[in-house]
């Protein structure tokens, strides 16, 4: 049974470098799939972030390229996100999750999710 | 980008009822690359359907999904106590994206 664990600082500062971790048990990062960050603000929706194919491909949302960046540790069977030049907006519930790869490069749903883990922008 | 409109914001329904969601998308998903989430507060998101009307692993008889092109239906017939949360469609493909969420709550 895959299991994907969220783990970083709960604060960080403004204009400073949000840095998560996502280990992966029960399954090895580099045979296949998508690995990727999705986001909730508190009270509010879901907006995906950026996936990285177990190739070492990325995909990032366009509103947010620029500041993301998601790498592969396939040492430790885990992958992070960096997001730079974090505001308050950037404050929210961040998880990690799996998709399968679909039709060409296509991200596919996301299953299963991480637990997730709050991040709170402030000084 | 494709903009998903769910509706209605909030329904309130009873334990025994039929429930249906709707999810409109601003320009047709390709190859019906449309999943639907429920989400319980303090949890994570939890996939129900994927491909429109794929169940998901363990996932009850009583959840279906419909639609293509730009209109889509999430169904749940005789409403559980426990089927009372946030649920979430979602576009996938090169861009995923998510809509704002239908609440269903207990009347």
């Known amino acids: 049974q895959v299991q994907l664990q969220e783990s970083g600082p709960g604060l960080v500062k403004p204009s400073e470098t949000l840095s998560l971790t996502c280990t992966v048990s029960?399954?090895?990062?580099?045979?296949?799939?998508?690995w990727g960050w999705i986001r909730q603000p508190p009270g509010k929706g879901l907006e995906w972030i950026g996936s990285?194919?177990?190739?070492?491909?990325?995909y990032y949302n366009p509103s947010l390229r620029g500041r993301v960046t998601i790498s592969l540790d396939t040492s430790k069977n885990q992958f992070s996100l960096k997001l730079t030049s974090v505001t308050a907006a950037d404050t929210a519930v961040y998880y990690c999750?799996?998709?399968?790869?679909?039709?060409?490069?296509?991200?596919?749903?996301?299953?299963?999710w991480g637990q997730g883990t709050l991040v709170t922008v402030s000084s | 980008e494709i903009v998903l409109t769910q509706s209605p914001g909030t329904l309130s329904l009873s334990p025994g009822e039929g429930a249906t969601l709707s999810c409109r998308a601003s320009?047709?998903?390709?190859?019906?690359?449309l999943a639907w989430y429920q989400q319980k507060p303090g949890q994570a998101p939890r996939l129900l359907i994927y491909?429109?009307?794929s169940r998901a692993t363990g996932i009850p008889d009583r959840f279906s999904g419909s639609g293509s092109g730009t209109d889509f239906t999430l169904t749940i017939t005789r409403l559980e106590p426990e089927d009372f949360a946030v649920y979430y469609c979602?576009?996938?493909?090169?861009?995923?994206?998510f809509g704002q969420g239908t609440k269903l709550e207990i009347k």
């Open positions: 999750a799996r998709s399968v790869r679909i039709f060409g490069t296509s991200i596919g749903w996301f299953d299963p």
């Open positions: 029960g399954y090895s990062i580099s045979s296949g799939y998508y």
């Open positions: 990285i194919y177990h190739s070492g491909s990325t």
């Open positions: 320009q047709s998903v390709s190859r019906n690359y």
């Open positions: 491909g429109a009307s």
């Open positions: 979602q576009q996938y493909g090169t861009s995923p994206s």
